[in-house]
């Protein structure tokens, strides 16, 4: 086993929670999350995932695009290039990041990689300007701003014709306009204060510990409805989940912030009849070893780990494969990355092995030369 810091010769450190079964499906979850625990017989879980880095920034890389190399299209911008988007103000790819800080890795986990620029993910934040720079001077009227869009545009267009096939500057023309676009549909979109307070209090918008990410869920929301194609949202700054030290108090703070957000997130899909066509997927990038580390804490264990979906055709109430006895390696169905992205392409409509970019005389995809969609979660 590929371990770090020599902890697989240490105890086994014992969970401390109680892990009950729930719904008619009878899924064990933990009391660290007893507002999912609710929505079990809307879960798909999966208990034998495995990956190829025990180091975060490749081994978020891999979830996010594929690979373990940075560079590569990220799940969303796959998505986005074979699909398209539903709205044409809006990107068809939108990350929601903590504001507490970036991700291990950074950008690159949601950017196009060989792609087109146009399917990187857009940043939106949290506060009072989600959106940087979305909107004009104020000395700028419409009209003066149309113009000035139109001459860039021409200038662009002109550009473009002495350099065929150039995706940057492509994508820099169709950029500009959807940025035009967007100052119009985005505001609304990104206005909580249209809910109503039972909604809100459903993402946990009155409570301090959970009103940060609730807002990102129920954001997650309005943006689906209006037809972004992808949202992701991070949990957690680059050492938010990072349980090296003390995994109860880290996780304990943590699933307090998320728990009752993202089961708000998936009761409000349902009864708004959206959960059918909507696939949400919870996870990252690996678990954490049975072994102790620092006494109380764990490191990192991509070998087996744990990551459910609900909606979108997925078998609801269903548990698939399982780790060794103590929670170390996958061993009964395993699923790789590049098996979760096969399924996760499949549920969206897609083929994966169809699914391709012409680069330096090979076709690439999201799953490399390998997927296999995970039959036994499709309803």
């Given at each position: 086993v590929a371990t770090r810091r020599k902890v697989a010769a240490n105890p086994l450190l014992g969970t401390r929670r109680t892990f009950r079964r729930?719904?008619?499906?009878?899924?064990?979850?933990?009391?660290f999350l007893p507002h999912i625990a609710e929505c079990a017989d809307d879960l798909a879980v999966i208990r034998s995932c495995w990956a190829d880095s025990v180091n975060h920034p490749q081994a978020v890389?891999?979830?996010?695009?594929?690979s373990i190399l940075m560079g590569k299209p990220s799940?969303?911008?796959?998505?986005?290039?074979?699909?398209?988007t539903e709205n044409r103000d809006l990107p068809a790819f939108v990350v929601l990041p903590d504001p507490a800080g970036g991700i291990k890795g950074g950008p690159p986990a949601y950017g196009a990689g060989f792609l087109p620029a146009t399917h990187q993910g857009t940043v939106v934040r949290s506060g009072m300007h989600p959106i940087?720079?979305?909107a004009p001077p104020p000395e700028m009227t419409e009209r003066s701003q149309r113009r000035m869009l139109d001459l860039i545009g021409k200038l662009n267009s002109h550009h473009l014709e002495s350099r065929d096939d150039d995706e940057e500057l492509n994508a820099r023309i169709q950029t500009y306009e959807l940025a035009y676009r967007m100052q119009s549909a985005a505001p609304e979109a990104v206005e909580l204060n249209n809910e109503t307070a039972e909604t809100k209090r459903l993402?946990?918008?009155?409570?301090k510990e959970t009103a940060e990410f609730g807002a990102r869920c129920l954001l997650?929301?309005?943006?689906?409805?209006?037809?972004?194609?992808?949202?992701?949202?991070?949990s957690g700054d680059v050492n938010g989940w990072d349980a090296h030290d003390d995994v109860e108090l880290n996780h304990s703070r943590m699933c307090a912030k998320t728990d009752k957000p993202v089961a708000g997130l998936l009761k409000d899909l349902k009864r708004r009849g959206l959960l059918d066509e909507t696939l949400v997927i919870w996870g990252g990038e690996f678990g954490r070893m049975p072994m102790s580390e620092s006494g109380r804490g764990r490191d990192?264990?991509?070998h087996g780990f744990t990551v459910w979906m609900a909606g979108a055709g997925i078998k609801a109430g269903t548990v698939h494969g399982a780790t060794d006895a103590v929670g170390l390696r996958a061993e009964v169905d395993r699923v790789h990355v590049h098996d979760l992205h096969a399924t996760i392409l499949h549920l969206l409509g897609v083929d994966h092995t169809r699914?391709?970019?012409?680069?330096?005389?090979?076709?690439?995809?999201?799953?490399?030369?390998?997927?296999?969609?995970?039959?036994?979660?499709?309803?």
């Open positions: 729930h719904g008619r499906s009878g899924i064990p979850i933990s009391d890389y891999q979830m996010n695009t594929g799940l969303g911008s796959w998505v986005g290039y074979g699909l398209g940087l720079d979305l993402y946990g918008l009155d409570r997650a929301r309005r943006l689906v409805e209006r037809g972004v194609r992808f949202v992701q949202l991070y990192h264990n991509p699914l391709t970019f012409s680069i330096n005389g090979r076709d690439e995809r999201l799953t490399d030369t390998a997927g296999k969609v995970i039959r036994s979660m499709i309803s």
